[in-house]
C-alpha cells in the first residue's frame, strides 16, 4: 500500500485531527419499515460513541499493518489466493452486483461496475463458494474477530462516492489481488487520506471515516476485502459483541442472507448444468 501525502499509518497530530462523522452528505440511509430494525439502529448509534472510547489501539483511519501481527501470514498466502480468484474470473459476468445482495448499497452504487463473491457475510458462510477457493479461507482464518470475507470487483470507470461504513465495531483490510497500470488512476480515499492498492500488499482501514474508491483505469480492480471485529477494551468488547450477534436477526441483514442463497443456487445450477451438457 502507498499513501499520499504520507506513506503508512497517521501521526498522533493527524489521528487526533481525523473525527469520525455519523453520517455522509448527500447519502441518504435508506428508510427502516421494521420497529425492531429502528430500535436496532438507534442502539448502534450510541454503541459507536463507547467503541471510540473503548478501542484498543486508537481510531486513526488508516492503520499501520505493524500493529496487526497476523497481517504478513495473509500476505503470503497471495499466490494461492490470485490462483483461486482467478478461477472464480472464468464466471465473472455471472458474478452478482453488491447492491443485489445488499439493498443499502443501492444508495452508492446502481449500476454493474461493483461484483463480489462471497466466502463469508457477518459471520455466515458460504460453503460451496468456500468450497472453490480453500487457500483463500485457510487464509483469512488469520484474522482475530473475522466477519466477512469476499472478492471485490471494480469494473473499469467505476467510483463509488464517499460514503461511510454503518457501524464502527469492524475494521476493513483490503489485500491487493489485481492492480492494473497505471496505478495512479486506481486508489481509496480514506479520511484524507488517499492510498493505492499493490498486489499482494494488506490495506487495513476504519470505513466508519468517510471514504470513496474509484477505478478509473481501463482493466478490472480486485481485492480481497474482509470487515473483521475492532480490538477493544471492557465494556466496549462486550457490547460490540452482543451488538454482531443480535444484527443477524434484523430483517436488512436476513435479507441479504437469503439473496445471496438464492444467488447461489442459480450459480451452481447452472455449473452442474455445464458438466452434464453432452459433449460434441
Not at 446502481?110 to 462471497?118: A, E, S, V
Not at 496505478?183 to 492510498?195: F, N, P, S, T
Not at 493505492?196 to 476485502?225: C, M, P, Q
Request: proline content about 7%.
Amino acid at each position: 500500500m502507498t499513501a499520499n501525502p504520507t506513506d503508512g499509518a497517521f501521526t498522533p497530530a493527524q489521528q487526533g485531527e481525523a473525527q469520525q462523522q455519523f453520517g455522509t452528505a448527500g447519502v441518504a440511509p435508506l428508510d427502516r419499515p421494521s420497529a425492531l430494525t429502528r430500535f436496532f439502529m438507534g442502539i448502534v448509534a450510541k454503541a459507536e460513541k463507547l467503541n471510540l472510547k473503548s478501542a484498543r489501539l486508537g481510531n486513526p483511519p488508516v492503520y499501520d499493518n505493524k500493529v496487526f501481527p497476523w497481517v504478513g501470514e495473509i500476505e503470503k498466502a497471495y499466490p494461492a489466493i490470485r490462483a483461486e480468484l482467478e478461477r472464480v474470473l472464468v464466471r465473472k459476468s455471472e458474478l452478482p452486483n453488491f447492491q443485489d445482495i445488499s439493498s443499502d448499497v443501492k444508495t452508492i452504487s446502481t449500476d454493474q461496475g461493483w461484483k463480489t463473491f462471497f466466502l463469508l457475510a457477518f459471520g455466515m458462510k458460504s460453503e460451496q463458494n468456500i468450497a472453490q477457493c480453500p487457500e483463500t479461507w485457510k487464509a483469512v482464518q488469520h484474522i482475530p474477530g473475522l466477519k466477512t470475507a469476499m472478492f471485490s470487483i471494480f469494473e473499469p470507470g467505476k467510483h463509488l462516492p464517499a460514503h461511510r461504513g454503518p457501524y464502527n465495531g469492524v475494521l476493513r483490510l483490503h489485500l491487493g489481488m489485481i492492480v492494473p497500470e497505471p496505478r495512479d488512476k486506481i486508489a481509496i480515499r480514506v479520511d484524507k487520506q488517499i492510498c493505492h492498492w499493490s498486489e499482494g500488499k494488506v490495506l487495513i482501514f476504519d470505513d466508519a471515516y468517510e471514504h470513496e474508491a474509484w477505478n478509473h483505469s481501463d482493466k478490472t480492480r480486485v481485492v480481497l476485502f474482509v470487515d473483521f471485529v475492532k480490538p477493544m477494551r471492557f465494556p466496549g468488547n462486550f457490547v460490540n459483541w452482543l451488538l454482531m450477534n443480535i444484527a443477524l436477526f434484523t430483517p436488512f441483514i436476513r435479507e441479504g442472507l437469503d439473496n445471496h442463497k438464492e444467488w447461489e443456487k442459480r450459480f451452481y445450477a447452472e455449473a452442474e448444468r455445464l458438466r452434464n451438457q453432452p459433449k460434441g
